[in-house]
């Protein structure tokens, strides 16, 4: 692909505030639309069975509306046609409207045969699940005969594969969870027909993609398109020039292209992006490490300047942050991490670090205001710090706490 010459050249910091304001924590966001609005910003918010403070689907909209009631959360996500659940970044919460965007991942499941390597069925099981549906209505994968067989939790049986078989093909459809379970459906049933009778081309599919994920992420490199929803590197490049996206150069974003000088890289953003500059008040908060935010890990350390790796399945000697480490976002930066847990109406902090060695009295508080304002959220009436770095920090933090 030949890129055109950029628009512009746009600090780090630039392109930092424009990222924060994409992602709904930087100035005024759909506050007034709450969850579902929250959602349509971000175009996709992931799913994890992991809940220590909450689960991350409940943390994200937290993270941008501040403690709002989780039963509200659930009710934004589960109720009405105005979701569905789908394969995009990986296993995600999607807004309706963008049904017909995944029309060309469905197809190539279908074309594959099946969701993923290891997991054949047969037609006549696939067909199976669909009439169940069709003659009874909504059901969950035990309604249909049960989830597992009787090994490890990923032994799934017969009918659990036929149904995610169904899913990845859109002949059936997820729009809500009961107690964490998925509940199948006819896409006919709980689609609107507005989007199911949308019929676009793999090309269409994919140009609505990388343009919604250069909204989404405000600016972004080739790479960062891909990993939004997965993309390859060749669907990116064959649709980048006819997006609305321009490329513009952002300092310290790594090496320049090719009789390119200076310390600036391709990068490509929206052009209303750069005529109206980011500005507003900064959320303080803690962010699930499942947040769009910081879920390309490459793209969270040329943004911040911030490594973060998810923790929870390295083994427990060999961790160097906790298990489920939320970074602490404040003033626009990442500047600490807490791995959280519950300990009756106790928010525990089991391993609370900030990245300066000399902690500023402003990452004190910011750190205090977004462990009182989760442990509210989620019913807890007082904060117990365990281990803390650097150790100095202790004291002061826990008097803020008291």
């Not at 990222?19 to 971000?42: F, S």
């Not at 696939?126 to 969950?140: F, I, K, M, N, S």
Request: with cysteine.
């Amino acid at each position: 692909m030949t890129v055109p010459s950029p628009t512009a050249t746009l600090t780090a910091d630039d392109a930092r505030k424009i990222v924060l304001r994409a992602q709904g924590l930087l100035g005024t966001v759909e506050r007034r639309t709450g969850v579902r609005g929250i959602l349509g910003r971000l175009g996709a918010v992931q799913l994890d069975t992991i809940s220590t403070l909450a689960r991350s689907h409940e943390l994200v909209p937290y993270a941008r509306l501040g403690a709002i009631g989780r039963q509200a959360v659930e009710s934004a996500y589960w109720s009405g046609t105005g979701t569905f659940e789908y394969w995009s970044h990986a296993a995600c919460v999607l807004p309706v409207s963008s049904w017909p965007d995944f029309a060309f991942r469905r197809r190539h499941y279908r074309k594959r045969g099946r969701l993923w390597s290891g997991h054949p069925i047969s037609d006549e099981a696939h067909d199976g699940v669909l009439d169940r549906l069709r003659a009874e209505g909504p059901l969950t994968a035990t309604e249909l005969g049960g989830a597992k067989n009787k090994g490890e939790w990923w032994d799934w049986s017969e009918t659990k594969i036929a149904v995610e078989r169904a899913l990845s093909f859109g002949d059936v459809v997820c729009v809500q969870r009961r107690g964490w379970k998925r509940v199948y459906d006819l896409p006919e049933r709980a689609i609107p027909a507005q989007y199911t009778g949308d019929d676009r081309t793999d090309e269409q599919c994919v140009r609505n993609l990388v343009t919604e994920a250069g909204r989404q992420l405000g600016v972004a490199t080739t790479a960062d398109l891909m990993d939004q929803y997965r993309l390859t590197r060749e669907q990116v490049e064959s649709v980048l020039p006819t997006t609305p996206l321009v490329p513009v150069l952002v300092e310290g974003w790594g090496k320049p292209s090719a009789g390119r000088t200076g310390t600036a890289a391709p990068a490509w953003v929206h052009p209303a992006e750069l005529a109206n500059p980011a500005r507003g008040r900064h959320r303080t908060t803690l962010l699930s490490p499942f947040d769009s935010l910081i879920w390309d890990r490459p793209r969270t350390a040329r943004v911040f300047g911030f490594e973060h790796r998810l923790e929870a399945y390295v083994p427990k000697a060999k961790r160097q942050h906790g298990y489920f480490t939320m970074p602490l976002l404040a003033g626009g930066k990442l500047i600490g991490r807490v791995d959280p847990a519950r300990d009756g109406r106790t928010l525990v902090a089991r391993q609370l670090s900030f990245t300066s060695p000399r902690v500023s009295e402003k990452a004190l508080d910011a750190m205090a205001a977004a462990l009182r304002e989760a442990a509210s959220w989620v019913g807890c009436d007082s904060v117990r710090l365990e281990l803390v770095t650097p150790e100095p920090a202790r004291a002061p933090l826990a008097a803020l706490l008291a």
